[in-house]
């Protein structure tokens, strides 16, 4: 196994991690996105600075800043030494080494938790769980899902994967869901069902390369879009 987690980490990721793991361009920025589960990132704090329109979802947010940073430092050294220890499951072209991928995720964590009540504040950051939402019907343009789904696939099964995508896809034209793998670098075992099931409700899946990769063999992303009427 390449790394085994109690529970979902506070790991969060970049602006410029986001924009390779969902291959979004300038003109996907320039919609409204909904990012779900999105944690500690600093995919909303970057963003808003540059003018995007993002909300985050995340069951986190019941946490104050200073919570969040310390359920981090609880649990960073732990990950960075499995990740030490498990030097064929990873690809370095990114974060460069295990020490250069600590000093990004803590750089995230900094930037997240400078923005965080302000970000409460303009409703940037909002409390909610998957596998429901609170928000209506297409109100938002893109979906996004960073490491949640399908990389902890043994910890919520494949009905639960089918009804938060469902309900990602209630509220928002499309999903894109990074990565594929579960946290044993394996494919997903909820993925080929899942998206039979998603097809056969008449949703169009695609997977999608992408140029971020930090897992081995995790460079693939899923977008999925209505196609009904
Ligand atoms: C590994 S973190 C990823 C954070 C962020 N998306 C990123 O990639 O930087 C996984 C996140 O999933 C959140 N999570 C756990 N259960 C959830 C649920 N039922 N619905 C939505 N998010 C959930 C956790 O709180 C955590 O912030």
Same mark, same amino acid.
């Given at each position: 196994?390449?790394?085994?987690? +109690? +529970?979902? #980490?506070?790991?969060?990721?970049?602006?410029?991690?986001?924009?390779?793991?969902?291959?979004?361009?300038?003109?996907?920025?320039?919609?409204?996105?909904?990012?779900?589960?999105?944690?500690?990132?600093?995919?909303?704090?970057?963003?808003?600075?540059?003018?995007?329109?993002?909300?985050?979802?995340?069951?986190?947010?019941?946490?104050?800043?200073?919570?969040?940073?310390?359920?981090?430092? /609880?649990?960073?050294?732990?990950?960075?030494?499995?990740?030490?220890?498990?030097?064929?499951?990873?690809?370095?072209?990114?974060?460069?080494?295990?020490?250069?991928?600590?000093?990004?995720?803590?750089?995230?964590?900094?930037?997240?938790?400078?923005?965080?009540?302000?970000?409460?504040? /303009?409703?940037?950051?909002?409390?909610?769980?998957?596998?429901?939402?609170?928000?209506?019907?297409?109100?938002? &343009?893109?979906?996004?899902?960073?490491?949640?789904?399908?990389?902890?696939?043994?910890?919520?099964?494949? &009905?639960?994967?089918?009804?938060?995508?469902?309900?990602?896809?209630?509220?928002?034209?499309? #999903?894109?869901?990074?990565?594929?793998?579960?946290?044993?670098?394996?494919?997903?075992?909820?993925?080929?069902?899942?998206?039979?099931?998603?097809?056969?409700?008449?949703?169009?899946?695609?997977?999608?390369?992408?140029?971020?990769?930090?897992?081995?063999?995790?460079?693939?992303?899923?977008?999925?879009?209505?196609?009904?009427?």
């Amino acid at each position: 196994m390449a790394m085994e987690l +109690k +529970k979902v #980490v506070p790991f969060g990721r970049s602006l410029d991690e986001y924009v390779k793991m969902f291959n979004l361009t300038q003109e996907d920025l320039q919609k409204s996105i909904l990012s779900v589960g999105d944690g500690p990132a600093s995919f909303n704090a970057e963003g808003t600075k540059l003018g995007y329109k993002i909300k985050s979802v995340d069951p986190l947010y019941e946490l104050t800043s200073e919570q969040i940073r310390s359920r981090f430092d /609880e649990v960073v050294d732990n990950i960075i030494e499995q990740v030490k220890n498990s030097p064929n499951d990873w690809i370095w072209t990114y974060h460069g080494s295990p020490d250069g991928l600590r000093k990004n995720r803590e750089r995230v964590i900094d930037i997240f938790c400078e923005d965080y009540e302000r970000g409460k504040g /303009e409703n940037r950051y909002e409390l909610g769980a998957l596998p429901k939402l609170k928000y209506g019907d297409s109100a938002y &343009n893109i979906g996004l899902c960073s490491h949640f789904l399908f990389l902890y696939s043994e910890q919520f099964d494949a &009905n639960f994967h089918f009804d938060s995508i469902c309900e990602i896809l209630r509220v928002c034209q499309e #999903v894109r869901i990074f990565p594929l793998l579960t946290l044993s670098l394996m494919p997903s075992p909820h993925l080929q069902p899942v998206l039979a099931k998603l097809e056969a409700k008449g949703y169009s899946c695609e997977i999608h390369k992408v140029s971020y990769q930090l897992q081995r063999g995790g460079n693939e992303m899923i977008k999925i879009i209505k196609t009904e009427s």
